[in-house]
């Protein structure tokens, strides 16, 4: 399974178990390619499997008592979704949906609730994937809470830059009208907040953003809103 | 322990656990008076405990790069948080304060870690304690993203009172200001999204809150926030 392993071993709930005991667990799974816009599963549906990005990219959602639909997630590579179904008699907390073309690795609920049960390391690994998931939870309340609109996109662009310094041309990897439901903002919000980064060096050339200079945009993203707020008026006003 | 221990049993990473198992780890934790103010933990710190509220208000934090606080948890009578100290060799996510004069069972991280690893059933219950707290942030993420400032009021009301229908006063369990952080809202924004609510019977005395209807502000609350706001906006031009 080549590469596929490798990705699949860096998953939250997989990267603390032996390597052979991975095997198995792919070997009784499925690979499976689906289509940009597929949904994968429905939110309080009941949760038969979990699963892991091999490739694409992939969102989870809750749909609101309107109707309305709020993105609590997105996974690329080694993302790891549905872990409602490493426990028994759970129902999905919410809807997943890909929105690439995408490969994912489908792990049977089932199983892998039987071997949690009867295997120590695996439930311990299970836990502290569970873990690493609330911390990301956590974090994402924190950069909403805490910044704004501009700085949420400047946090967003430089999880997407491969190194911490220099220039650099990020590929958006999936809509804007996407990216803006990601970050808690409307659409036409986030093409104003694009433009209040562009004295911080960065412009969009449709579907690439191109960031003069990774510090610069960093230090932006960890200012105090508030003065970032004045800067901006500032910047505008000029 | 008669009443505490009845609390503490039902906090998520306990309750799954049999009562005598847990009789044994409240014996083997400590149960701490705090004051309002006082500092539980601090965000990076080895996570050297994991606590239950028996009594009062917890928050957890984030302190951000330029030194602003934003909210991510705010617990009481049997809310559980540090369970990052369940696993060897974590950090606190977080910090944690008492926000009001409260009671804590206080368990020993070490302790808690190494019960893990040797009962496979207690691995368990942690795991599936560490799933609701999942749940609750994506639902938390739901709400931030979804609803308008006054609608999210209205769920935070809601949560407070006891029954699902007729008339209610609550007791708004700690300051506005902490209020509006959790809420994710400027405490001046708080002042307006309250005066939004007037309208459908939502009055503010001190401490109190006083709702005429439930089932009246359940509708709001659920309304889709484009509706909201055109109705806010015509009953404010009323």
Redesign the interface.
Known sequence: MGSYFDIAKQAAVLKNIPAPEVEVIMQKSLIRSVERGASIYIQGEGAHSLFVVLKGWVKTY?V??????????IFTENGCFG??A??RD?SY??GAEAVSDAMLLQIDGLYFAQA???D?AL??A???G??D???A??????Q????TGAQRIADFLLSLCKSQTGSCTVILPYDKVLIA?WL?MKPESLSRAFRRLKPYGVSIQKDHAIIESIERLSEYA????A?SWSTQQRSETL
Not at 64 to 73: D, M, S
Not at 144 to 147: F, G, N, R
């Open positions: 809750r609101t008592p309107c109707g309305n639909e709020a993105v609590v997630g872990e409602e490493a426990l759970h907390v919410t949690i049960e009867s120590l439930c311990q299970a836990l502290s569970s873990m998931q609330n911390r939870l956590v974090q994402h309340v924190e909403l809470k805490s910044h439901a808690g960890d200012e105090d809103p003065e």
